[in-house]
């Protein structure tokens, strides 16, 4: 079992930046792949990062590519989205995710049977 926490979201002008943080808590995180996924206000759940277990390896959707990375501290069982160039259309809940399968599944299967989500954060960027 695993418990995620989400911080970090906030309001924030085009071109700005946020880092969101997602505190894990439980046994074995290191074994997890992590993730980030968002949701806008009457869209569906998308796909934005996911890191393998070790952090030796991310995904990213072409939409954040560049602008978005995502990181790893095992020793503190946290995982990160540094988000740079924030534009409008970022503007949604974004979600923690952890799962033990692998970071690519996680990325193809968009979300869909991942074992443990967090409360979500909300971005919201102004034009």
């Known amino acids: 079992q695993v418990q995620l926490v989400e911080s970090g979201g906030g309001l924030v002008q085009a071109g700005g930046s946020l880092r969101l943080s997602c505190a894990a808590d439980?046994?074995?995180?290191?074994?997890?792949?992590m993730g980030w996924f968002r949701q806008a206000a009457g869209k569906e759940r998308e796909f934005v990062a996911t890191?393998?277990?070790?952090?030796?390896?991310?995904y990213y959707a072409d939409s954040v590519k560049g602008r978005f990375t995502i990181s790893r501290d095992n020793a503190e069982n946290m995982v990160y989205l540094q988000m740079n160039n924030l534009k409008p259309e970022d503007t949604a809940v974004y979600y923690c995710?952890?799962?033990?399968?692998?970071?690519?599944?996680?990325?193809?299967?968009?979300?869909?049977?991942?074992?443990?989500w967090g409360k979500g954060t909300l971005v919201t960027v102004s034009s």
């Open positions: 890191v393998t277990w070790n952090g030796g390896a991310t």
């Open positions: 995710a952890a799962d033990l399968t692998t970071a690519q599944n996680m990325r193809d299967m968009k979300g869909r049977g991942v074992n443990y």
């Open positions: 439980g046994r074995g995180f290191s074994s997890y792949a």
